[in-house]
């Protein structure tokens, strides 16, 4: 026998995680957009080292610290960013499978009642007393 109410309880489930999803591509899109300005800080600083200006000559050692530390936050962002997709891969697969398990749940719940409504009727119809037929009496 299946039990009252699952399908419901796993339709929470399958929202909550919907949810958790969702959170996880934000998350992404926002390491995104920091590997973005990071990346248009280290053209910036990458133009300055190679400027033929001279307020830049004199900084050139200073430019390529930062780039070396933009380099290094780069990386650092590469890494949580494959992680953050890996992890919205295995937050969309759980979704997925308390899906499924939502609608089998509801299926079987569908069935159940349905069955019950069958049963019911029948045992309307036995517990009804027979007609009477006119020719099962003497004429």
């Known amino acids: 026998?299946?039990?009252?109410?699952?399908?419901?309880?796993?339709?929470?489930?399958?929202?909550?995680?919907r949810h958790m999803e969702r959170m996880a591509e934000i998350e992404l899109a926002e390491?995104?957009?920091?590997?973005?300005?990071?990346?248009?800080?280290?053209d910036e600083a990458i133009d300055a080292i190679g400027s033929f200006?001279?307020?830049h000559a004199?900084?050139?050692?200073?430019?390529?610290?930062?780039?070396?530390r933009l380099s290094g936050e780069d990386q650092r962002l590469d890494d949580l960013?494959?992680?953050?997709?890996?992890?919205?891969?295995?937050?969309?697969?759980?979704?997925?499978?308390?899906?499924?398990?939502w609608k089998d749940a509801r299926s079987a719940e569908d069935r159940e009642r349905e069955d019950d409504a069958v049963i019911d009727l029948i045992?309307?119809?036995?517990?009804?007393p027979a007609p009477a037929s006119s020719k099962l009496g003497g004429e």
Do not use: C, F, H, W
């Not at 390491?31 to 800080?41: D, F, I, K, M």
């Open 1 to 17: 026998m299946v039990d009252k109410g699952r399908a419901a309880k796993l339709k929470r489930l399958v929202a909550v995680q």
């Open 53 to 55: 200006n001279p307020i």
């Open 81 to 101: 960013q494959d992680t953050q997709e890996k992890q919205i891969l295995k937050e969309k697969a759980k979704g997925d499978r308390l899906e499924e398990n």
């Open 31 to 42: 390491t995104t957009q920091r590997r973005q300005e990071l990346s248009e800080r280290m």
């Open 123 to 128: 045992e309307m119809r036995l517990s009804m």
């Open 58 to 68: 004199g900084m050139k050692s200073q430019y390529a610290a930062q780039y070396g």
